[in-house]
Protein backbone atom coordinates (compact mmCIF):
# COMPACT_ATOMS: atom_id res chain seq x y z
CA UNK A 1 0.00 0.00 0.00
CA UNK A 2 2.97 2.55 -0.51
CA UNK A 3 1.85 6.01 -0.09
CA UNK A 4 -0.88 5.60 2.12
CA UNK A 5 -0.98 7.81 5.05
CA UNK A 6 0.05 5.91 8.31
CA UNK A 7 -1.37 8.36 10.88
CA UNK A 8 -4.81 6.28 10.74
CA UNK A 9 -7.41 8.04 12.78
CA UNK A 10 -4.91 11.08 13.15
CA UNK A 11 -7.41 14.00 11.64
CA UNK A 12 -9.55 11.29 9.67
CA UNK A 13 -13.69 11.45 10.87
CA UNK A 14 -14.03 11.03 14.33
CA UNK A 15 -11.78 10.10 16.78
CA UNK A 16 -13.78 10.83 20.17
CA UNK A 17 -14.70 7.36 20.56
CA UNK A 18 -10.89 6.23 20.37
CA UNK A 19 -10.13 3.62 23.04
CA UNK A 20 -8.97 5.69 26.17
CA UNK A 21 -9.68 3.40 29.42
CA UNK A 22 -7.75 4.91 32.44
CA UNK A 23 -4.13 4.82 32.22
CA UNK A 24 -3.07 2.43 34.89
CA UNK A 25 -1.11 4.28 37.80
CA UNK A 26 2.31 5.74 36.85
CA UNK A 27 0.87 5.95 33.32
CA UNK A 28 -0.65 8.79 31.33
CA UNK A 29 -2.54 9.11 27.75
CA UNK A 30 -0.65 10.79 25.21
CA UNK A 31 -2.33 13.05 22.46
CA UNK A 32 -1.84 11.35 19.20
CA UNK A 33 1.41 11.60 17.86
CA UNK A 34 2.31 14.27 15.66
CA UNK A 35 4.51 14.78 12.41
CA UNK A 36 7.74 13.05 12.38
CA UNK A 37 10.89 15.00 12.81
CA UNK A 38 14.66 14.15 12.91
CA UNK A 39 17.09 16.99 13.51
CA UNK A 40 20.46 16.32 11.47
CA UNK A 41 23.08 17.78 13.67
CA UNK A 42 22.15 16.09 16.59
CA UNK A 43 21.46 12.59 14.93
CA UNK A 44 24.77 12.65 13.65
CA UNK A 45 26.12 11.76 16.88
CA UNK A 46 23.38 9.33 17.91
CA UNK A 47 24.34 7.30 14.21
CA UNK A 48 27.52 7.11 15.20
CA UNK A 49 26.98 5.37 18.27
CA UNK A 50 24.84 3.07 16.63
CA UNK A 51 26.79 2.04 14.22
CA UNK A 52 29.31 1.01 17.14
CA UNK A 53 26.53 -1.69 18.15
CA UNK A 54 27.50 -5.19 17.58
CA UNK A 55 25.63 -7.30 14.34
CA UNK A 56 23.27 -9.23 15.23
CA UNK A 57 24.97 -13.24 15.84
CA UNK A 58 24.13 -15.44 13.08
CA UNK A 59 22.83 -18.32 14.96
CA UNK A 60 19.56 -15.88 15.83
CA UNK A 61 18.67 -16.14 12.12
CA UNK A 62 19.58 -19.80 11.97
CA UNK A 63 16.82 -20.65 14.89
CA UNK A 64 13.92 -17.88 14.09
CA UNK A 65 14.34 -19.49 10.60
CA UNK A 66 13.23 -22.69 11.74
CA UNK A 67 10.72 -21.42 14.03
CA UNK A 68 9.20 -19.61 11.10
CA UNK A 69 8.99 -22.74 9.09
CA UNK A 70 6.03 -24.60 8.24
CA UNK A 71 7.04 -28.15 8.77
CA UNK A 72 9.60 -27.08 11.56
CA UNK A 73 8.84 -29.28 14.89
CA UNK A 74 10.05 -28.69 18.61
CA UNK A 75 13.04 -31.57 17.65
CA UNK A 76 14.02 -29.84 15.22
CA UNK A 77 14.48 -26.31 16.86
CA UNK A 78 16.19 -28.35 19.91
CA UNK A 79 18.50 -29.77 16.95
CA UNK A 80 19.98 -26.06 15.93
CA UNK A 81 19.58 -24.85 19.27
CA UNK A 82 22.06 -27.59 20.53
CA UNK A 83 24.78 -25.95 18.29
CA UNK A 84 24.43 -23.32 20.76
CA UNK A 85 25.17 -25.17 24.32
CA UNK A 86 24.84 -21.42 26.21
CA UNK A 87 21.71 -20.63 24.42
CA UNK A 88 19.78 -24.16 25.23
CA UNK A 89 20.79 -24.13 28.76
CA UNK A 90 19.16 -20.46 29.42
CA UNK A 91 16.18 -21.78 27.83
CA UNK A 92 15.93 -24.86 29.72
CA UNK A 93 16.41 -22.88 32.68
CA UNK A 94 13.03 -20.35 31.63
CA UNK A 95 11.59 -23.46 30.92
CA UNK A 96 11.67 -25.06 33.86
CA UNK A 97 11.08 -21.82 36.05
CA UNK A 98 8.16 -21.11 34.10
CA UNK A 99 6.50 -24.84 34.97
CA UNK A 100 7.62 -24.38 38.37
CA UNK A 101 5.20 -26.33 40.15
CA UNK A 102 5.27 -29.67 37.69
CA UNK A 103 5.60 -32.83 38.92
CA UNK A 104 8.84 -33.52 37.07
CA UNK A 105 11.81 -31.23 35.76
CA UNK A 106 11.88 -30.76 31.93
CA UNK A 107 15.34 -32.24 30.91
CA UNK A 108 15.84 -31.84 27.33
CA UNK A 109 15.57 -28.53 25.04
CA UNK A 110 13.08 -30.13 22.59
CA UNK A 111 10.65 -30.49 25.44
CA UNK A 112 11.44 -26.75 26.98
CA UNK A 113 10.42 -25.80 23.36
CA UNK A 114 6.90 -27.81 23.73
CA UNK A 115 6.62 -26.44 26.95
CA UNK A 116 7.27 -22.85 26.31
CA UNK A 117 5.21 -22.90 22.47
CA UNK A 118 7.20 -21.55 19.50
CA UNK A 119 5.67 -17.84 19.80
CA UNK A 120 7.78 -17.64 23.51
CA UNK A 121 10.73 -19.46 22.09
CA UNK A 122 11.18 -16.97 19.69
CA UNK A 123 10.77 -13.87 22.08
CA UNK A 124 13.04 -15.30 24.49
CA UNK A 125 15.45 -16.68 21.98
CA UNK A 126 15.50 -13.05 20.17
CA UNK A 127 15.34 -11.42 23.63
CA UNK A 128 18.71 -13.39 25.08
CA UNK A 129 20.59 -13.07 21.64
CA UNK A 130 20.07 -9.18 20.60
CA UNK A 131 20.11 -8.19 24.91
CA UNK A 132 23.59 -9.66 24.93
CA UNK A 133 25.05 -7.39 21.87
CA UNK A 134 24.49 -4.72 24.19
CA UNK A 135 27.24 -2.93 26.99
CA UNK A 136 25.94 -2.91 30.13
CA UNK A 137 23.41 0.89 30.74
CA UNK A 138 24.57 2.88 34.19
CA UNK A 139 21.22 3.32 35.19
CA UNK A 140 18.69 6.06 35.00
CA UNK A 141 17.33 5.81 31.56
CA UNK A 142 14.93 3.37 30.86
CA UNK A 143 15.43 0.34 33.02
CA UNK A 144 16.53 -2.60 30.68
CA UNK A 145 14.64 -5.68 32.37
CA UNK A 146 11.40 -3.66 32.44
CA UNK A 147 11.67 -2.80 29.25
CA UNK A 148 12.65 -6.52 27.75
CA UNK A 149 9.65 -7.58 30.00
CA UNK A 150 7.27 -5.12 27.81
CA UNK A 151 8.71 -5.94 24.76
CA UNK A 152 8.32 -9.44 25.01
CA UNK A 153 4.95 -9.27 25.99
CA UNK A 154 4.11 -6.82 22.90
CA UNK A 155 5.32 -9.30 20.76
CA UNK A 156 3.28 -12.21 22.01
CA UNK A 157 0.48 -10.13 22.05
CA UNK A 158 0.66 -8.79 18.43
CA UNK A 159 0.94 -12.26 17.18
CA UNK A 160 -2.07 -13.46 19.10
CA UNK A 161 -3.94 -10.38 17.84
CA UNK A 162 -2.60 -10.80 14.32
CA UNK A 163 -4.44 -14.12 13.86
CA UNK A 164 -7.36 -12.84 15.78
CA UNK A 165 -7.85 -10.11 12.76
CA UNK A 166 -6.59 -12.06 9.76
CA UNK A 167 -4.56 -11.13 6.93
CA UNK A 168 -1.05 -10.44 8.66
CA UNK A 169 1.79 -12.18 9.26
CA UNK A 170 1.58 -13.39 12.80
CA UNK A 171 5.63 -14.39 12.54
CA UNK A 172 6.24 -10.83 11.35
CA UNK A 173 3.97 -9.08 14.16
CA UNK A 174 6.15 -11.03 16.81
CA UNK A 175 9.09 -9.69 15.15
CA UNK A 176 8.30 -6.37 15.04
CA UNK A 177 6.78 -6.29 18.52
CA UNK A 178 9.89 -7.45 20.12
CA UNK A 179 12.13 -5.16 18.21
CA UNK A 180 9.54 -2.25 18.54
CA UNK A 181 11.12 -0.26 21.10
CA UNK A 182 14.87 -1.19 20.50
CA UNK A 183 15.59 2.19 20.11
CA UNK A 184 15.27 2.79 23.66
CA UNK A 185 17.68 -0.39 23.88
CA UNK A 186 20.11 1.25 22.06
CA UNK A 187 20.01 4.47 24.01
CA UNK A 188 20.26 3.26 27.31
CA UNK A 189 23.45 1.40 26.60
CA UNK A 190 25.04 3.63 24.05
CA UNK A 191 24.24 7.34 25.67
CA UNK A 192 23.56 6.88 29.65
CA UNK A 193 24.20 10.01 29.99
CA UNK A 194 21.61 12.05 27.93
CA UNK A 195 19.25 8.72 28.80
CA UNK A 196 19.14 9.95 32.32
CA UNK A 197 18.18 13.70 31.22
CA UNK A 198 14.69 12.51 29.81
CA UNK A 199 13.45 12.13 33.52
CA UNK A 200 15.08 15.22 34.75
CA UNK A 201 12.88 16.80 37.37
CA UNK A 202 13.18 19.89 35.60
CA UNK A 203 11.68 18.83 32.14
CA UNK A 204 8.71 20.20 31.24
CA UNK A 205 6.03 17.51 32.69
CA UNK A 206 3.54 18.55 29.58
CA UNK A 207 6.08 17.49 26.81
CA UNK A 208 5.78 13.63 25.86
CA UNK A 209 8.62 11.51 25.90
CA UNK A 210 8.85 11.25 22.60
CA UNK A 211 9.49 14.93 22.29
CA UNK A 212 11.63 14.30 24.73
CA UNK A 213 13.95 11.81 22.85
CA UNK A 214 13.58 14.34 19.68
CA UNK A 215 14.87 17.19 21.89
CA UNK A 216 17.39 15.09 23.32
CA UNK A 217 18.46 12.78 20.87
CA UNK A 218 17.37 14.90 17.63
CA UNK A 219 14.82 12.00 16.86
CA UNK A 220 12.85 9.59 18.57
CA UNK A 221 13.33 6.09 19.52
CA UNK A 222 11.13 4.64 16.81
CA UNK A 223 13.09 6.77 14.19
CA UNK A 224 16.66 5.25 16.20
CA UNK A 225 15.44 1.88 16.42
CA UNK A 226 14.53 2.00 13.07
CA UNK A 227 18.02 2.81 11.85
CA UNK A 228 19.66 0.51 13.73
CA UNK A 229 18.06 -2.28 12.13
CA UNK A 230 18.59 -0.90 8.94
CA UNK A 231 22.21 -1.01 10.45
CA UNK A 232 21.55 -4.90 10.97
CA UNK A 233 20.33 -5.30 7.50
CA UNK A 234 16.80 -6.23 8.54
CA UNK A 235 14.15 -6.91 5.79
CA UNK A 236 12.78 -3.29 4.53
CA UNK A 237 9.31 -3.66 5.84
CA UNK A 238 10.53 -4.53 9.11
CA UNK A 239 12.36 -1.48 9.51
CA UNK A 240 9.63 0.55 7.93
CA UNK A 241 7.47 -1.13 11.46
CA UNK A 242 9.99 -0.48 13.73
CA UNK A 243 9.96 3.69 12.36
CA UNK A 244 6.25 3.66 12.72
CA UNK A 245 5.03 1.75 15.29
CA UNK A 246 3.10 4.80 17.01
CA UNK A 247 2.00 5.47 13.52
CA UNK A 248 2.78 9.19 13.81
CA UNK A 249 0.64 11.67 11.75
CA UNK A 250 1.37 12.48 7.66
CA UNK A 251 3.88 9.88 7.79
CA UNK A 252 3.47 7.93 3.57
CA UNK A 253 3.29 3.44 4.70
CA UNK A 254 5.60 2.04 1.72
CA UNK A 255 3.89 -1.89 3.22
CA UNK A 256 2.08 -4.04 2.03
CA UNK A 257 -1.15 -5.13 2.87
CA UNK A 258 -0.29 -7.64 5.27
CA UNK A 259 2.85 -6.23 6.68
CA UNK A 260 0.45 -2.70 7.34
CA UNK A 261 -2.19 -5.06 9.34
CA UNK A 262 1.09 -6.46 11.37
CA UNK A 263 1.94 -3.08 12.07
CA UNK A 264 -1.54 -2.34 13.12
CA UNK A 265 -1.39 -5.22 15.47
CA UNK A 266 1.56 -4.39 17.03
CA UNK A 267 0.24 -0.58 17.59
CA UNK A 268 -2.91 -1.85 19.81
CA UNK A 269 -0.47 -4.50 21.46
CA UNK A 270 2.11 -1.93 22.48
CA UNK A 271 -1.05 -0.10 24.16
CA UNK A 272 -2.63 -3.01 25.66
CA UNK A 273 0.56 -4.64 27.28
CA UNK A 274 0.84 -1.38 28.86
CA UNK A 275 -2.49 -0.98 30.87
CA UNK A 276 -0.77 -4.14 32.06
CA UNK A 277 2.94 -3.65 32.98
CA UNK A 278 4.04 -0.29 33.54
CA UNK A 279 7.53 -0.46 32.89
CA UNK A 280 8.44 3.36 33.42
CA UNK A 281 7.54 6.76 35.75
CA UNK A 282 5.12 8.40 33.46
CA UNK A 283 4.76 6.01 30.41
CA UNK A 284 2.55 7.41 27.74
CA UNK A 285 -0.03 5.33 26.51
CA UNK A 286 -1.08 6.09 23.16
CA UNK A 287 -5.46 6.38 22.41
CA UNK A 288 -6.49 3.52 19.63
CA UNK A 289 -8.30 5.23 16.89
CA UNK A 290 -11.66 3.21 16.44
CA UNK A 291 -10.60 3.10 12.58
CA UNK A 292 -7.44 0.82 13.86
CA UNK A 293 -9.53 -2.28 15.53
CA UNK A 294 -12.45 -1.42 12.96
CA UNK A 295 -9.87 -2.20 9.90
CA UNK A 296 -8.29 -5.16 11.91
CA UNK A 297 -12.18 -6.28 12.23
CA UNK A 298 -11.26 -6.39 16.65
CA UNK A 299 -13.40 -5.20 19.22
CA UNK A 300 -13.07 -1.28 19.99
CA UNK A 301 -13.23 -1.66 23.66
CA UNK A 302 -10.97 -3.53 26.22
CA UNK A 303 -13.00 -5.73 27.64
CA UNK A 304 -13.19 -7.41 23.68
CA UNK A 305 -9.64 -7.56 23.04
CA UNK A 306 -7.86 -8.03 26.57
CA UNK A 307 -10.05 -11.56 27.15
CA UNK A 308 -8.70 -14.11 29.67
CA UNK A 309 -6.69 -15.45 27.13
CA UNK A 310 -4.85 -12.19 25.85
CA UNK A 311 -4.60 -11.54 29.58
CA UNK A 312 -2.25 -14.63 30.10
CA UNK A 313 -0.52 -14.06 27.31
CA UNK A 314 0.49 -10.90 29.26
CA UNK A 315 1.20 -12.23 32.71
CA UNK A 316 2.99 -15.19 31.25
CA UNK A 317 5.22 -13.19 28.75
CA UNK A 318 6.42 -10.87 31.39
CA UNK A 319 6.50 -13.58 34.09
CA UNK A 320 9.28 -15.55 31.63
CA UNK A 321 11.34 -12.29 31.00
CA UNK A 322 12.18 -12.53 34.54
CA UNK A 323 13.81 -15.46 34.23
CA UNK A 324 15.44 -14.41 31.26
CA UNK A 325 16.76 -11.53 32.78
CA UNK A 326 18.15 -13.67 36.00
CA UNK A 327 20.38 -15.80 34.01
CA UNK A 328 22.21 -13.00 31.87
CA UNK A 329 24.83 -12.16 32.17
CA UNK A 330 24.22 -8.45 32.24
CA UNK A 331 20.91 -8.68 33.72
CA UNK A 332 22.27 -6.50 36.48
CA UNK A 333 22.53 -3.33 34.06
Not at 20 to 35: E, M, N
Not at 94 to 118: D, K, P, Q
Not at 169 to 189: E, F, M, R, V, W
Not at 229 to 253: D, T
Amino acid sequence: MAGHDSGVGDGEGDTSAAFAPRPPLGARLRPPVGGYSVSLGLMEEVSRGLREIPPLPQALFRITKELDAGGSSAASVAAILGREPVLAASLLRIANSAAFGLNREIVTVSEGVAYLGFAATKALIMRLQVGSIFPPASGGGYDPEKLWAHSIAAAQAAEELARRAGGADPHLALTAGLLHDIGKIALNSQFPGAARRLWETSADPDESILAREQRVFGADHAAIGAELASNWKLPAELVEMIRLHHLPGGQPMTLSSEARRALLCVFVANQLVKYHHVYCDGMEIDQIPPQVTAELGLPPQMEGLVDDGMRQTIVRAVTLTAGANSGSPRAAA
